[in-house]
């Protein structure tokens, strides 16, 4: 295996595995506090034992996240030294700002998790509301990030250096709002309807059990307002990229050719050395419309650039093919569920909604991951778009291969644990009897007392 | 003074803090490891609660440091990365498992035996990783990693492995790792409830104290060789002679104060002491970033990106500064003291 393989392959294995945690650690919190806050409200204890199982959940997961942060943060020095040597100065502030929001999630969650005892019911929720916000501060930041390599911004250079450092402006890149707000959505979307679809994969068993119910209706609160606006942060993110990343939408897109309305591919197998997408179903000027909301726009294609310089075309496009796929069916199953909600059909007994839900349980972080195959795939063979290529940012230590596979059998093992132990401590209803009375058949959301704060 | 004196000041600070606070919970691992004696159950118990709510915020100091030196100093943090590639893997590799392994152990299963693997990997990855980190501290204080250093030769070895791996680099590591056992041993005095288990640690804590003295004496007897420039400037500079004197009142305090059973005194002192030999090597190799050629200004970022990192600092500590008082207050405050 080549080392710059081994690098992009060792560094792709931390994100994938680091990413679900992050994403996990930035919504979990939030239905942790819903249910606390209910709890304080009505006084019933189902509510509370939700909290402090979302607790647990958030507190394994945040370790394995806080960890696997790290490993990120060294790896950009211990794989990508010359990524670091060139960029430290111009994005080292986004994370820096990261690193002081993460230091008071690590706080006020040791606040939370420890302090049930030792401090006010109303300083608790606090602890945990401080959580939520750090956590998805963290998250805003590190895209932020992520976002100047898409579209550097606050530099010039001169002679392969950067000069006249701004880093507020590199802050400012272009891509951070739509990529900052897409990553947000996506984080909520996915966590709540995981956690829902898990529960309802339960209450398809047990439409009574009141303990999956609770839960179901937390997650849904989270994830799906998120999922149904993700397709419009979207939709913001792809016309974003169709001006300042314009390969990347060609690959993703697979459109070979420069074209006034351009068609829309729907699936199809890009075929690189014929320069044509095989079995797509075509919408005519349907990309231009998406990407610069007009019919006859002209969208630049791979042919606007030296073959060299693609990124892997099918890897792109399949990716995002699976990414819009998997937002699309979110997005229909979250409004279908509020349509419901709406008409005040009691959710846990829609057994077709309760199946749509339970299937869709990994759609929102394999969409998550493709998104992000899509953002970084996309951008090859640059690691700063236009201005540093990847292979001249690899560290010139030989052997990468050792470290690759060392780490992704350490985050494998570590994975199937997390899984496991999440099952243990989260998912398996508690054997309380009494709170089978909790839940009155027909009535649903309606009940007294588990009306939303 | 420079702005770029000023922040590296910072980040010395934060592996300060780190030292002092997530040196301790290493600390704590490490006595998991050699709990024994009738009151084994109970030291590990307490370890635990002790570590438990304040772990991962002590953890970040590190984190911070590592993102302060990338934003401030890229080119050093770049060749960190380069050089100490195998050293700092397996930091991370020791960090992962012993996090998640303290986790899992507190979250985990019910059975024993499953337990038991959990508190086996927190301890043994606690016991590691210390070594390895001062390893590292150990190659950049040898000069090993500067342009100019001895990490220029020819071959794998002699530029991925040498550096780091000497006789020098690992008295540091054994320094780190002493000192991480004493600073827990030390608090834990404080943090146990009732007169055993508080005997168990003050004898931890006296031990340890004497073996950090021989392992600084060794450190020191090694350096003549193969960090010079430390060394010199442990004995000869100005400073030297005061900051000596310092450590040693701390250091006979520290070990005074639990002989007499004063465990509050104790534990300001001996984290004095620790935080006072961790500034004796960064004062013995100012103004080098990385000893033998790179300072702190070959190695600093453009001025406007300092100046905002300073104020990103200010921002941050108006945040976390109180909320970090609050974390220690609601935790580490013994119930008698409420009473």
Known sequence: MPDLLAARSQMGVSLAFHIVFAVVGIAMPVMMVVAERRWQVTGHAIYLDLAKRWARGTAILFAVGAVSGTVLSFELGLLWPGFMRFAGSIIGMPFSLEGFAFFTEAIFLGVYLYGWDRISARAHLGAGVAVALSGAASGIFVVIANAWMNAPTGFQLVDGRAVNVDPVAAMASPAAFPQALHMTLAAYAATGLAVAGIHAFFLLKDPANAFHRRALEIALLVGAPAAVLQPISGDMAARHIARYQPLKLAAAEALFRTESGAPLSLGGWPDVARRETRFALEIPRGLSLLAFHDPNARVQGLDAAPQDEWPSVPAVHLSFQL??????????????????????????????????????????????????????????????????????????????????????????????????????????????????GFYMPGRGKREKGSEAP | MSLADVLAGVIFVALNAYTVLGGADFGGGVWDLFATGPRKQRQRDLVAEAIGPVWEANHVWLILAVVLLFTCFPPAFARLGTLLHIPLSLVLIGIVLRGSAFTFWRYGGTEDKELHHWGVTFAIASLITPLLLGTTVGAIASGALGEGGSGKGEGFYSIYVGPWLNPFTLSVGVFALVAFAFLAAVYLTLEAEDRELRADFRARALGTGVALFGAAVLALLLSARYAPRVRNGLIFAGWAVPLHAFTAVAAITALAALWRGAWRVARVVAAIQVSLILWGWGLSQYPYLLPPDVTIADAAAPAATLRLALGALALGAAVLLPSLAYLFRVFKKRPAALA
Not at chain 1, 350 to 367: E, K, Q, V
Not at chain 1, 381 to 386: H, R
Not at chain 1, 403 to 429: E, M
């Open chain 1, 323 to 436: 990414m819009v796929a998997l937002g699309t069916y979110m997005a229909l199953v979250a409004v279908w569920a509020g349509w419901l909600a709406w008409r005040r059909t009691d959710l846990a007994h829609h057994r077709w909604l309760m199946r749509a839900l339970a299937l869709g349980t990994p759609t929102g972080f394999i969409a998550v991951e493709a998104g992000w195959m899509v953002t970084e795939l996309g951008r090859q063979p640059w690691v700063i778009y236009g201005v540093l290529k990847t292979r001249d940012a690899v560290t010139p230590m030989p052997g990468l291969v050792v470290p690759f596979l060392t780490f992704t059998l350490l985050y494998c093992f570590l994975g199937v644990i997390v899984c496991w132990l999440l099952y243990r401590q989260i998912l398996r209803s508690p054997d309380v009897p009494e709170w089978r």
